[in-house]
């Protein structure tokens, strides 16, 4: 049975860091495709980062380039989401996702899902 559990949310200020772990069971992570997605208040679910298969080939949202990093560590089976330089409007319960390949649009099309984590950044 897949299951994926997040950890590593928080309240932090502007400017500081925060990673976020998914804990992958059921499942090899470095053989799906993982992403994690966020969703604010009042706002529609959307797609942070992912990383295919073999972890060569990641994706950034423009609002996060430059100061997020998703990686995967295999011999933890775990999906990490490296968070710098909060920003208030980073506010959001994030949330780690995976599929089986072949990879679609790494936005959408994933069929696994942790509950997720609240991350919240004040100024």
């Known amino acids: 049975q897949v299951q994926l559990v997040e950890s590593g949310g928080g309240s932090v200020q502007t400017g500081e860091s925060l990673r976020l772990s998914c804990a992958a069971s059921g499942y090899t992570v470095s053989d799906f495709c993982n992403a994690w997605f966020r969703q604010a208040p009042g706002k529609k679910r959307e797609a942070v980062a992912a990383?295919?298969?073999?972890?060569?080939?990641?994706f950034y949202d423009d609002s996060v380039k430059g100061r997020f990093t998703i990686s995967q560590d295999n011999t933890k089976n775990t999906l990490y989401l490296q968070m710098n330089s909060l920003q208030p409007e980073d506010t959001a319960m994030y949330s780690c996702a995976a599929d089986r390949p072949p990879c679609g649009n790494w936005r959408y099309e994933y069929d696994y899902w942790g509950r997720g984590t609240q991350v919240t950044v004040s100024s």
């Open positions: 990383i295919y298969p073999g972890g060569g080939v990641t």
